[in-house]
Protein backbone atom coordinates (compact mmCIF):
# COMPACT_ATOMS: atom_id res chain seq x y z
CA UNK A 1 0.00 0.00 0.00
CA UNK A 2 1.81 2.95 -1.40
CA UNK A 3 1.57 6.40 1.40
CA UNK A 4 -0.17 8.90 -0.20
CA UNK A 5 0.83 12.50 0.48
CA UNK A 6 -0.35 14.74 3.03
CA UNK A 7 -1.74 18.58 2.60
CA UNK A 8 0.26 20.01 4.92
CA UNK A 9 2.51 23.62 4.40
CA UNK A 10 4.18 22.68 7.69
CA UNK A 11 1.80 25.20 9.27
CA UNK A 12 -0.18 22.06 11.11
CA UNK A 13 3.31 20.58 11.87
CA UNK A 14 4.32 23.56 13.62
CA UNK A 15 1.44 23.86 15.75
CA UNK A 16 1.58 20.42 16.94
CA UNK A 17 5.27 20.68 17.91
CA UNK A 18 4.30 23.57 19.76
CA UNK A 19 1.32 22.47 21.84
CA UNK A 20 3.38 19.80 22.43
CA UNK A 21 6.36 21.67 23.64
CA UNK A 22 4.17 23.89 26.24
CA UNK A 23 1.94 21.24 27.55
CA UNK A 24 4.66 18.15 27.73
CA UNK A 25 6.62 16.80 30.36
CA UNK A 26 10.37 18.40 30.10
CA UNK A 27 11.06 14.58 30.33
CA UNK A 28 10.35 13.96 26.93
CA UNK A 29 13.39 12.78 24.56
CA UNK A 30 13.14 11.55 21.13
CA UNK A 31 10.48 14.38 20.24
CA UNK A 32 13.33 16.82 20.85
CA UNK A 33 15.85 15.32 18.57
CA UNK A 34 13.34 14.31 16.02
CA UNK A 35 11.11 17.28 15.47
CA UNK A 36 8.21 15.32 12.85
CA UNK A 37 4.38 14.66 13.25
CA UNK A 38 3.91 11.08 11.95
CA UNK A 39 0.55 10.68 10.44
CA UNK A 40 1.08 7.49 8.56
CA UNK A 41 3.89 4.49 8.94
CA UNK A 42 4.17 1.12 6.50
CA UNK A 43 7.25 -0.74 6.80
CA UNK A 44 10.27 1.36 6.57
CA UNK A 45 8.39 4.22 6.03
CA UNK A 46 7.16 6.94 7.60
CA UNK A 47 5.21 9.84 6.88
CA UNK A 48 5.19 13.15 8.57
CA UNK A 49 1.73 15.83 8.70
CA UNK A 50 3.74 17.50 6.02
CA UNK A 51 4.47 15.20 3.59
CA UNK A 52 7.94 14.37 3.99
CA UNK A 53 8.70 10.23 4.47
CA UNK A 54 11.33 8.75 6.18
CA UNK A 55 13.22 5.82 6.51
CA UNK A 56 12.71 4.54 10.22
CA UNK A 57 15.90 3.16 11.90
CA UNK A 58 14.47 4.01 15.12
CA UNK A 59 12.03 1.36 14.65
CA UNK A 60 9.98 2.34 18.21
CA UNK A 61 13.85 2.00 20.05
CA UNK A 62 13.32 -2.15 18.27
CA UNK A 63 10.08 -2.56 18.72
CA UNK A 64 8.84 -3.17 15.35
CA UNK A 65 10.86 -6.17 14.36
CA UNK A 66 8.47 -6.28 11.35
CA UNK A 67 8.45 -2.23 10.97
CA UNK A 68 5.17 -0.20 10.53
CA UNK A 69 1.73 -2.04 10.08
CA UNK A 70 2.69 -5.25 8.60
CA UNK A 71 -0.08 -7.32 6.88
CA UNK A 72 0.35 -10.34 9.28
CA UNK A 73 0.08 -7.71 12.50
CA UNK A 74 -2.54 -6.19 11.48
CA UNK A 75 -4.44 -9.19 10.71
CA UNK A 76 -4.27 -10.71 13.95
CA UNK A 77 -5.38 -7.62 15.82
CA UNK A 78 -8.67 -7.24 13.06
CA UNK A 79 -9.31 -10.88 13.91
CA UNK A 80 -10.04 -10.47 18.24
CA UNK A 81 -11.61 -6.84 17.87
CA UNK A 82 -14.11 -9.16 14.80
CA UNK A 83 -14.30 -11.72 17.53
CA UNK A 84 -15.78 -9.89 20.15
CA UNK A 85 -13.21 -11.13 22.29
CA UNK A 86 -12.78 -9.15 25.54
CA UNK A 87 -9.68 -6.78 25.18
CA UNK A 88 -8.03 -6.84 28.94
CA UNK A 89 -8.43 -9.67 30.93
CA UNK A 90 -5.77 -9.31 34.10
CA UNK A 91 -4.04 -13.09 34.23
CA UNK A 92 -7.05 -14.66 33.14
CA UNK A 93 -6.53 -17.62 30.62
CA UNK A 94 -7.96 -16.94 27.26
CA UNK A 95 -7.15 -18.64 23.57
CA UNK A 96 -5.41 -15.50 22.88
CA UNK A 97 -3.00 -16.00 25.54
CA UNK A 98 -2.79 -19.94 24.61
CA UNK A 99 -1.60 -19.35 21.55
CA UNK A 100 0.67 -16.68 22.20
CA UNK A 101 2.47 -18.70 25.10
CA UNK A 102 2.86 -21.64 22.11
CA UNK A 103 4.41 -19.80 20.04
CA UNK A 104 6.58 -18.29 22.28
CA UNK A 105 7.73 -21.68 24.12
CA UNK A 106 8.69 -22.88 20.65
CA UNK A 107 11.15 -20.34 19.89
CA UNK A 108 13.09 -19.87 23.43
CA UNK A 109 16.30 -21.43 23.83
CA UNK A 110 15.40 -25.57 24.17
CA UNK A 111 16.93 -25.91 27.76
CA UNK A 112 15.51 -23.41 28.60
CA UNK A 113 11.79 -24.55 27.28
CA UNK A 114 11.57 -27.82 28.02
CA UNK A 115 11.51 -27.16 32.48
CA UNK A 116 10.14 -23.00 31.97
CA UNK A 117 7.40 -20.57 33.51
CA UNK A 118 5.95 -17.39 32.23
CA UNK A 119 5.27 -14.47 34.30
CA UNK A 120 3.23 -12.11 32.12
CA UNK A 121 4.28 -8.39 33.55
CA UNK A 122 3.23 -4.86 33.38
CA UNK A 123 3.42 -3.91 29.46
CA UNK A 124 7.02 -2.11 30.12
CA UNK A 125 10.08 -4.37 30.15
CA UNK A 126 10.99 -1.93 33.17
CA UNK A 127 8.26 -4.09 34.84
CA UNK A 128 9.68 -7.51 33.87
CA UNK A 129 13.15 -6.60 35.26
CA UNK A 130 11.44 -5.47 38.37
CA UNK A 131 10.10 -9.11 38.17
CA UNK A 132 13.18 -10.92 37.50
CA UNK A 133 14.75 -8.88 40.36
CA UNK A 134 11.93 -10.06 42.68
CA UNK A 135 12.36 -13.64 41.54
CA UNK A 136 15.47 -14.38 42.10
CA UNK A 137 15.39 -12.81 45.75
CA UNK A 138 12.45 -14.49 46.69
CA UNK A 139 13.98 -17.88 45.29
CA UNK A 140 17.77 -17.62 46.59
CA UNK A 141 16.60 -15.83 50.03
CA UNK A 142 19.67 -13.37 48.85
CA UNK A 143 19.48 -9.54 48.93
CA UNK A 144 22.59 -8.71 46.48
CA UNK A 145 22.25 -7.98 42.85
CA UNK A 146 25.47 -8.52 39.88
CA UNK A 147 25.26 -5.82 37.72
CA UNK A 148 27.47 -3.92 34.59
CA UNK A 149 28.63 -0.95 34.16
CA UNK A 150 26.98 0.51 30.58
CA UNK A 151 24.34 -1.30 31.36
CA UNK A 152 20.35 -0.09 30.79
CA UNK A 153 17.03 -2.16 32.11
CA UNK A 154 14.95 0.49 32.82
CA UNK A 155 13.53 3.26 34.48
CA UNK A 156 11.63 1.91 37.53
CA UNK A 157 13.91 2.44 40.62
CA UNK A 158 15.17 -1.34 40.80
CA UNK A 159 15.86 -1.34 36.99
CA UNK A 160 17.52 1.88 37.18
CA UNK A 161 19.77 0.66 40.18
CA UNK A 162 20.91 -1.82 38.06
CA UNK A 163 21.26 0.35 34.92
CA UNK A 164 25.09 2.12 34.51
CA UNK A 165 23.79 5.39 34.54
CA UNK A 166 23.14 5.24 38.03
CA UNK A 167 24.74 5.03 41.23
CA UNK A 168 24.36 1.25 42.24
CA UNK A 169 21.98 1.08 45.19
CA UNK A 170 19.61 -1.30 46.89
CA UNK A 171 22.53 -4.17 47.00
CA UNK A 172 23.74 -3.86 42.95
CA UNK A 173 27.48 -4.20 43.09
CA UNK A 174 28.97 -3.19 39.35
CA UNK A 175 31.28 -5.12 37.21
CA UNK A 176 33.25 -4.22 34.20
CA UNK A 177 31.47 -4.79 30.79
CA UNK A 178 33.79 -6.35 28.24
CA UNK A 179 33.81 -2.88 26.17
CA UNK A 180 36.51 -3.28 23.75
CA UNK A 181 37.43 -0.04 22.41
CA UNK A 182 37.49 1.63 25.82
CA UNK A 183 38.62 -0.88 27.83
CA UNK A 184 38.06 -0.92 31.42
CA UNK A 185 41.83 -2.52 31.78
CA UNK A 186 43.21 -0.73 28.76
CA UNK A 187 43.98 -3.64 26.91
CA UNK A 188 40.87 -4.53 24.69
CA UNK A 189 40.48 -7.89 23.11
CA UNK A 190 40.15 -11.47 24.14
CA UNK A 191 42.84 -10.29 27.33
CA UNK A 192 40.11 -7.28 28.30
CA UNK A 193 37.11 -9.80 28.17
CA UNK A 194 38.93 -12.02 30.11
CA UNK A 195 39.93 -9.82 33.02
CA UNK A 196 36.85 -8.59 33.68
CA UNK A 197 35.52 -12.26 33.84
CA UNK A 198 38.23 -12.73 36.40
CA UNK A 199 37.32 -9.88 38.54
CA UNK A 200 33.68 -10.53 38.55
CA UNK A 201 35.18 -14.43 40.08
CA UNK A 202 37.73 -13.08 42.06
CA UNK A 203 35.08 -10.50 43.79
CA UNK A 204 32.65 -13.75 44.45
CA UNK A 205 34.92 -15.58 46.14
CA UNK A 206 37.08 -12.97 47.80
CA UNK A 207 35.09 -13.02 51.68
CA UNK A 208 36.35 -9.48 51.89
CA UNK A 209 35.53 -8.43 48.58
CA UNK A 210 32.41 -6.37 49.67
CA UNK A 211 30.25 -7.46 47.56
CA UNK A 212 26.29 -8.44 48.91
CA UNK A 213 25.63 -12.30 48.84
CA UNK A 214 23.98 -11.98 44.83
CA UNK A 215 20.81 -13.34 44.44
CA UNK A 216 21.63 -12.71 40.81
CA UNK A 217 23.33 -11.29 38.00
CA UNK A 218 21.92 -9.67 35.26
CA UNK A 219 23.38 -8.90 31.83
CA UNK A 220 22.48 -7.88 27.98
CA UNK A 221 23.63 -9.98 25.67
CA UNK A 222 24.46 -6.80 23.48
CA UNK A 223 24.52 -3.26 25.59
CA UNK A 224 22.18 -1.16 23.33
CA UNK A 225 21.63 2.04 25.05
CA UNK A 226 25.26 1.61 26.62
CA UNK A 227 26.28 1.75 23.09
CA UNK A 228 25.39 -1.42 20.62
CA UNK A 229 28.49 -3.02 22.31
CA UNK A 230 28.13 -7.30 22.04
CA UNK A 231 29.34 -9.02 24.47
CA UNK A 232 31.81 -11.60 23.43
CA UNK A 233 30.51 -15.43 23.44
CA UNK A 234 33.20 -16.79 25.23
CA UNK A 235 33.03 -14.16 28.08
CA UNK A 236 28.92 -15.02 27.91
CA UNK A 237 30.15 -18.61 28.59
CA UNK A 238 31.98 -17.70 31.54
CA UNK A 239 29.66 -15.37 33.52
CA UNK A 240 27.37 -18.67 33.03
CA UNK A 241 29.96 -20.99 33.99
CA UNK A 242 30.66 -18.21 37.14
CA UNK A 243 26.88 -18.27 38.22
CA UNK A 244 26.12 -21.73 37.95
CA UNK A 245 29.31 -22.72 40.43
CA UNK A 246 28.26 -21.12 42.68
CA UNK A 247 24.24 -21.20 42.35
CA UNK A 248 23.62 -17.95 41.49
CA UNK A 249 20.71 -17.58 38.83
CA UNK A 250 21.45 -15.77 35.43
CA UNK A 251 18.79 -13.18 34.06
CA UNK A 252 19.63 -12.73 30.17
CA UNK A 253 17.91 -8.93 29.81
CA UNK A 254 16.49 -9.51 26.02
CA UNK A 255 14.31 -6.75 25.94
CA UNK A 256 15.82 -4.84 22.78
CA UNK A 257 18.28 -8.04 21.65
CA UNK A 258 15.35 -10.44 21.45
CA UNK A 259 13.28 -11.59 18.19
CA UNK A 260 16.27 -12.28 15.33
CA UNK A 261 17.45 -8.58 16.24
CA UNK A 262 21.05 -9.66 16.60
CA UNK A 263 20.85 -12.60 13.93
CA UNK A 264 19.81 -14.79 16.32
CA UNK A 265 16.46 -15.56 17.60
CA UNK A 266 17.46 -14.80 20.91
CA UNK A 267 20.83 -13.01 21.51
CA UNK A 268 21.89 -15.92 23.88
CA UNK A 269 21.74 -18.27 20.90
CA UNK A 270 25.12 -16.73 19.43
CA UNK A 271 26.85 -18.45 22.37
CA UNK A 272 24.79 -21.01 23.50
CA UNK A 273 23.76 -20.00 26.95
CA UNK A 274 21.44 -20.86 28.64
CA UNK A 275 20.13 -18.23 31.12
CA UNK A 276 17.85 -19.01 34.39
CA UNK A 277 15.78 -15.86 33.68
CA UNK A 278 14.88 -14.22 30.41
CA UNK A 279 13.10 -11.04 30.36
CA UNK A 280 11.28 -10.26 27.08
CA UNK A 281 9.30 -6.98 25.89
CA UNK A 282 9.26 -4.93 23.03
CA UNK A 283 9.11 -7.04 19.57
CA UNK A 284 7.30 -9.82 21.42
CA UNK A 285 4.08 -7.68 21.26
CA UNK A 286 4.44 -6.58 17.93
CA UNK A 287 4.73 -3.32 18.35
CA UNK A 288 2.62 -3.00 20.85
CA UNK A 289 3.06 -2.79 24.81
CA UNK A 290 3.76 -6.74 26.25
CA UNK A 291 6.40 -7.68 28.31
CA UNK A 292 7.25 -11.31 30.12
CA UNK A 293 9.70 -13.33 32.41
CA UNK A 294 10.43 -16.62 31.32
CA UNK A 295 12.24 -18.81 33.95
CA UNK A 296 13.48 -21.89 34.98
CA UNK A 297 10.66 -23.79 36.70
CA UNK A 298 12.17 -24.50 39.92
CA UNK A 299 12.65 -20.55 40.96
CA UNK A 300 8.91 -21.03 40.47
CA UNK A 301 8.56 -19.77 44.29
CA UNK A 302 6.59 -16.91 45.06
CA UNK A 303 2.97 -16.63 46.32
CA UNK A 304 0.23 -15.84 44.57
CA UNK A 305 0.39 -12.04 43.80
CA UNK A 306 3.54 -12.07 44.35
CA UNK A 307 4.37 -9.73 41.19
CA UNK A 308 1.34 -8.28 39.00
CA UNK A 309 -0.27 -5.87 36.79
CA UNK A 310 -3.40 -4.31 35.57
CA UNK A 311 -2.42 -4.66 31.75
CA UNK A 312 -0.86 -8.01 31.86
CA UNK A 313 -3.50 -9.17 29.85
CA UNK A 314 -3.65 -7.36 26.70
CA UNK A 315 -4.95 -9.48 24.31
CA UNK A 316 -4.04 -7.34 21.47
CA UNK A 317 -0.49 -6.94 22.15
CA UNK A 318 -0.64 -11.10 22.67
CA UNK A 319 -2.27 -11.62 18.72
CA UNK A 320 0.02 -9.03 17.61
CA UNK A 321 3.05 -10.93 19.26
CA UNK A 322 1.72 -14.02 18.49
CA UNK A 323 1.97 -12.95 14.77
CA UNK A 324 5.42 -11.59 14.93
CA UNK A 325 7.03 -14.43 16.67
CA UNK A 326 5.45 -17.11 13.70
CA UNK A 327 6.33 -14.64 10.68
CA UNK A 328 10.06 -14.15 11.93
CA UNK A 329 10.75 -17.71 13.05
CA UNK A 330 8.79 -19.34 9.55
CA UNK A 331 10.50 -16.68 7.13
CA UNK A 332 14.16 -17.14 9.11
CA UNK A 333 14.33 -13.55 9.27
CA UNK A 334 16.97 -13.75 12.09
CA UNK A 335 19.16 -15.42 9.47
CA UNK A 336 18.19 -12.38 6.98
CA UNK A 337 19.61 -10.46 9.46
CA UNK A 338 22.71 -11.55 9.78
CA UNK A 339 23.28 -11.40 6.68
CA UNK A 340 22.25 -8.13 6.11
CA UNK A 341 24.01 -6.80 9.30
CA UNK A 342 27.14 -8.47 8.30
CA UNK A 343 27.15 -6.39 5.17
CA UNK A 344 26.03 -3.27 6.86
CA UNK A 345 29.14 -3.46 9.34
CA UNK A 346 31.48 -4.36 6.49
CA UNK A 347 30.93 -1.07 4.65
CA UNK A 348 30.41 0.44 7.58
CA UNK A 349 34.17 -0.27 8.30
CA UNK A 350 35.43 0.25 4.72
CA UNK A 351 33.70 3.92 4.75
CA UNK A 352 35.18 4.28 8.74
CA UNK A 353 38.44 3.86 7.48
CA UNK A 354 39.51 6.91 6.17
CA UNK A 355 37.56 9.04 8.94
CA UNK A 356 38.84 9.36 12.04
CA UNK A 357 36.38 10.74 13.54
CA UNK A 358 34.64 7.07 13.15
CA UNK A 359 35.94 5.93 16.05
CA UNK A 360 34.75 2.33 15.76
CA UNK A 361 32.14 0.36 13.98
CA UNK A 362 30.53 -2.66 15.88
CA UNK A 363 27.18 -4.50 16.10
CA UNK A 364 25.67 -7.97 15.54
CA UNK A 365 22.79 -8.49 13.23
CA UNK A 366 20.83 -5.39 12.88
CA UNK A 367 21.70 -3.87 15.63
CA UNK A 368 24.95 -1.61 14.89
CA UNK A 369 26.49 1.45 16.02
CA UNK A 370 28.81 3.70 14.97
CA UNK A 371 30.90 5.06 17.68
CA UNK A 372 32.13 9.52 16.66
CA UNK A 373 35.73 10.53 18.38
CA UNK A 374 37.31 13.81 18.69
CA UNK A 375 40.71 12.79 16.52
CA UNK A 376 42.08 15.78 16.75
CA UNK A 377 42.65 15.94 20.61
CA UNK A 378 45.61 13.15 19.76
CA UNK A 379 46.19 10.08 21.81
CA UNK A 380 45.83 9.91 25.24
CA UNK A 381 47.82 6.96 27.29
CA UNK A 382 46.74 4.87 29.53
CA UNK A 383 48.59 3.42 32.09
CA UNK A 384 46.25 1.88 34.67
CA UNK A 385 46.81 -1.36 36.48
CA UNK A 386 46.62 -4.54 34.53
CA UNK A 387 45.65 -7.87 36.28
CA UNK A 388 49.21 -9.74 35.60
CA UNK A 389 51.96 -6.94 36.14
CA UNK A 390 50.44 -4.54 38.77
CA UNK A 391 50.36 -0.89 37.91
CA UNK A 392 52.33 0.29 34.99
CA UNK A 393 54.31 3.62 35.73
CA UNK A 394 56.14 3.74 32.50
CA UNK A 395 55.98 1.33 29.89
CA UNK A 396 59.98 1.37 29.11
CA UNK A 397 62.22 3.49 26.44
CA UNK A 398 59.92 4.21 23.91
CA UNK A 399 61.32 2.91 20.62
CA UNK A 400 62.14 5.08 17.66
CA UNK A 401 59.32 6.53 15.56
CA UNK A 402 58.63 3.84 12.73
CA UNK A 403 60.09 1.10 14.13
CA UNK A 404 60.23 -1.31 16.93
CA UNK A 405 63.50 -3.06 18.49
CA UNK A 406 63.62 -6.54 19.26
CA UNK A 407 62.52 -7.10 22.97
CA UNK A 408 65.05 -8.52 25.32
CA UNK A 409 64.16 -12.46 27.10
CA UNK A 410 60.83 -12.66 28.16
CA UNK A 411 61.08 -12.53 32.28
CA UNK A 412 58.30 -14.98 33.05
CA UNK A 413 56.72 -16.63 29.96
CA UNK A 414 57.76 -20.18 30.63
CA UNK A 415 60.63 -20.30 27.16
CA UNK A 416 64.07 -18.66 28.05
CA UNK A 417 65.10 -16.07 25.46
CA UNK A 418 61.69 -16.29 23.55
CA UNK A 419 60.45 -12.86 21.98
CA UNK A 420 58.53 -11.20 20.06
CA UNK A 421 59.29 -8.40 17.40
CA UNK A 422 57.36 -6.25 15.51
CA UNK A 423 58.47 -4.92 12.28
CA UNK A 424 58.68 -0.92 11.22
CA UNK A 425 55.30 0.83 12.30
CA UNK A 426 55.75 2.22 8.42
CA UNK A 427 54.72 -1.38 7.32
CA UNK A 428 51.43 -0.94 9.96
CA UNK A 429 48.13 -0.17 7.31
CA UNK A 430 45.05 0.48 7.85
CA UNK A 431 43.20 -2.85 7.91
CA UNK A 432 39.95 -2.62 9.69
CA UNK A 433 39.65 -6.97 11.02
CA UNK A 434 43.27 -8.49 10.55
CA UNK A 435 44.02 -10.80 13.06
CA UNK A 436 46.12 -13.68 13.97
CA UNK A 437 45.24 -17.51 15.08
CA UNK A 438 47.19 -20.06 16.63
CA UNK A 439 48.97 -20.13 19.73
CA UNK A 440 52.39 -21.97 20.85
CA UNK A 441 53.77 -23.22 18.34
CA UNK A 442 52.88 -20.62 15.55
CA UNK A 443 51.00 -17.56 14.70
CA UNK A 444 49.42 -17.40 11.35
CA UNK A 445 47.91 -13.87 9.84
CA UNK A 446 43.83 -14.18 8.96
CA UNK A 447 43.66 -11.85 5.51
CA UNK A 448 47.21 -12.78 4.12
CA UNK A 449 46.08 -10.66 1.16
CA UNK A 450 46.91 -7.96 2.97
CA UNK A 451 49.74 -9.37 5.25
CA UNK A 452 51.78 -5.92 4.89
CA UNK A 453 49.18 -4.41 7.39
CA UNK A 454 49.98 -7.09 9.83
CA UNK A 455 52.45 -7.44 12.42
CA UNK A 456 55.70 -8.98 11.40
CA UNK A 457 57.43 -12.10 12.31
CA UNK A 458 56.24 -13.43 15.92
CA UNK A 459 58.64 -15.82 17.80
CA UNK A 460 56.16 -18.02 20.20
CA UNK A 461 56.23 -18.93 23.56
CA UNK A 462 53.89 -20.21 25.56
CA UNK A 463 51.03 -18.03 27.03
CA UNK A 464 52.23 -15.40 24.47
CA UNK A 465 51.35 -14.71 21.22
CA UNK A 466 49.54 -12.65 19.09
CA UNK A 467 46.04 -12.75 19.21
CA UNK A 468 44.55 -9.90 17.41
CA UNK A 469 47.62 -7.52 15.57
CA UNK A 470 46.40 -5.11 12.94
CA UNK A 471 46.49 -1.64 11.10
CA UNK A 472 45.56 1.77 12.23
CA UNK A 473 43.55 1.44 15.68
CA UNK A 474 44.22 -1.85 15.94
CA UNK A 475 44.18 -3.78 19.61
CA UNK A 476 46.30 -7.26 19.73
CA UNK A 477 47.88 -8.56 22.72
CA UNK A 478 50.58 -10.58 24.14
CA UNK A 479 48.14 -12.30 26.26
CA UNK A 480 47.62 -15.85 27.77
CA UNK A 481 48.76 -14.16 31.12
CA UNK A 482 52.54 -14.54 30.51
CA UNK A 483 53.94 -11.70 33.05
CA UNK A 484 56.55 -9.25 31.63
CA UNK A 485 56.12 -10.34 28.32
CA UNK A 486 57.93 -7.95 26.72
CA UNK A 487 60.66 -6.68 29.42
CA UNK A 488 61.59 -4.04 31.19
CA UNK A 489 61.99 -1.95 27.88
CA UNK A 490 58.69 -2.60 26.33
CA UNK A 491 58.10 -0.58 23.60
CA UNK A 492 55.09 0.83 21.50
CA UNK A 493 54.52 1.76 17.54
CA UNK A 494 54.26 5.30 17.80
CA UNK A 495 50.23 5.81 16.93
CA UNK A 496 49.82 1.98 15.78
CA UNK A 497 47.06 1.54 18.29
CA UNK A 498 48.63 -1.84 18.88
CA UNK A 499 48.43 -3.38 22.86
CA UNK A 500 50.12 -5.83 24.58
CA UNK A 501 49.38 -7.54 28.22
CA UNK A 502 51.14 -5.37 31.02
CA UNK A 503 52.23 -2.44 28.74
CA UNK A 504 50.07 0.86 28.52
CA UNK A 505 47.49 1.00 25.48
CA UNK A 506 46.80 4.15 23.91
CA UNK A 507 43.05 5.13 24.97
CA UNK A 508 40.79 5.81 22.12
CA UNK A 509 40.24 9.86 21.39
CA UNK A 510 37.30 11.15 23.50
CA UNK A 511 33.86 11.07 22.44
CA UNK A 512 32.44 13.15 20.40
CA UNK A 513 28.49 13.80 21.22
CA UNK A 514 28.19 17.01 19.43
CA UNK A 515 29.51 15.82 15.99
CA UNK A 516 26.73 12.85 16.67
CA UNK A 517 24.01 14.81 17.11
CA UNK A 518 25.17 16.94 14.51
CA UNK A 519 25.04 13.38 12.28
CA UNK A 520 21.62 12.67 13.30
CA UNK A 521 20.06 15.98 12.32
CA UNK A 522 22.07 15.87 8.98
CA UNK A 523 20.15 12.19 8.60
CA UNK A 524 16.99 13.56 9.50
CA UNK A 525 17.54 16.27 6.66
CA UNK A 526 17.98 13.19 4.14
CA UNK A 527 15.04 11.65 5.42
CA UNK A 528 16.55 8.95 7.92
CA UNK A 529 15.61 8.47 11.76
CA UNK A 530 18.38 7.16 13.70
CA UNK A 531 18.74 7.01 17.27
CA UNK A 532 21.81 8.56 19.88
CA UNK A 533 23.28 6.26 22.49
CA UNK A 534 26.41 5.07 24.34
CA UNK A 535 27.89 6.20 27.48
CA UNK A 536 28.25 9.76 26.23
CA UNK A 537 25.41 10.18 23.59
CA UNK A 538 28.30 9.49 21.21
CA UNK A 539 27.10 6.43 19.48
CA UNK A 540 25.00 6.85 15.59
CA UNK A 541 22.68 3.88 16.23
CA UNK A 542 20.96 1.68 13.60
CA UNK A 543 17.68 -0.62 14.25
CA UNK A 544 15.89 -0.78 11.16
CA UNK A 545 13.41 -3.32 10.98
CA UNK A 546 14.15 -7.49 10.02
CA UNK A 547 12.06 -6.59 6.28
CA UNK A 548 14.58 -4.09 5.32
CA UNK A 549 14.65 -4.31 1.90
CA UNK A 550 17.87 -4.77 -0.18
CA UNK A 551 17.01 -1.52 -1.91
CA UNK A 552 16.36 0.12 1.66
CA UNK A 553 19.50 -1.40 2.63
CA UNK A 554 21.35 0.75 0.27
CA UNK A 555 19.29 3.79 0.68
CA UNK A 556 20.26 3.78 4.45
CA UNK A 557 23.82 3.45 3.98
CA UNK A 558 24.41 6.36 1.03
CA UNK A 559 22.36 8.90 3.56
CA UNK A 560 24.13 7.99 6.63
CA UNK A 561 27.49 8.30 4.02
CA UNK A 562 26.37 11.74 2.95
CA UNK A 563 25.07 13.01 6.58
CA UNK A 564 28.76 11.52 8.18
CA UNK A 565 30.77 14.02 5.55
CA UNK A 566 28.78 16.75 6.07
CA UNK A 567 28.53 16.53 9.59
CA UNK A 568 32.28 16.21 9.12
CA UNK A 569 32.41 18.93 7.52
CA UNK A 570 30.99 21.74 9.34
CA UNK A 571 31.76 20.13 12.95
CA UNK A 572 35.12 22.25 13.36
CA UNK A 573 37.22 19.97 14.01
CA UNK A 574 41.04 19.41 13.06
CA UNK A 575 40.21 16.52 10.58
CA UNK A 576 42.51 17.02 7.57
CA UNK A 577 41.26 16.53 4.25
CA UNK A 578 37.91 13.91 3.63
CA UNK A 579 38.52 10.97 1.02
CA UNK A 580 36.65 11.57 -1.91
CA UNK A 581 33.32 10.89 -2.02
CA UNK A 582 32.59 9.26 -4.89
CA UNK A 583 31.50 5.59 -4.54
CA UNK A 584 31.72 5.76 -0.65
CA UNK A 585 30.33 2.37 -0.13
CA UNK A 586 31.63 0.07 -3.23
CA UNK A 587 31.34 -2.94 -3.53
CA UNK A 588 34.15 -5.18 -2.12
CA UNK A 589 36.47 -6.45 -4.67
CA UNK A 590 36.45 -10.17 -5.67
CA UNK A 591 39.61 -11.20 -3.88
CA UNK A 592 38.38 -9.56 -0.59
CA UNK A 593 37.82 -11.75 2.36
CA UNK A 594 34.72 -11.61 3.73
Known sequence: MALSAVSDDGGATQGILRRQALRESAARTYARALPIVPVRARGMTVEGADGRRYLDCLSGAGALALGHNHPVVLDAIRAVLDSEAPLQVLDLATPVKDAFTDELFATLPPGLAARARVQFCGPAGT??????????????????????????????????????????AGGVT???????????????????????????????????????????????????????????DGWLRRMREI??????????????????????????????????????????????PLAVVVYREDLD?????????????????????TATLAYVRENHLAQRAAVVGRRMLERLRRFAAGRPQIGEVRGRGLMIGLELVAPETGPIAETGPTAETGPIAEAGPTAEAGA???????????????????????????VADAAWEGGPGGATPYGASQSEAALGEVTPCEGAWLTGAEGEGARGALGGGARGALGGGARQIPGGGASYAGVARTAAP???????????QECLRRGLIVELGGRHNAVIRLLPPLTITDEQTEAVLDRLADALDAAIRTSGTRSGELPPAAAPFAPPSAGSRR
Open 301 to 321: VWPPGAHAGTFRGNQLAMAAG
Open 510 to 520: PPAPALAAAVQ
Open 404 to 430: MAETGAMAEAGQAGAAARVEPAARVGP
Open 127 to 168: DAVEAALKLVRIATGRDGLLAFSGAYHGMTAGALAASGGAPA
Open 243 to 288: TADRSIPLIADEVQTGVGRTGAFWAVDHSGVVPDVMVLSQAIGGGL
Open 174 to 232: RLPFPYDYRCPFGVGGERGAELSARWAEKLLDDPKGGAPDPAGMILEPVQGEGGVIPAP
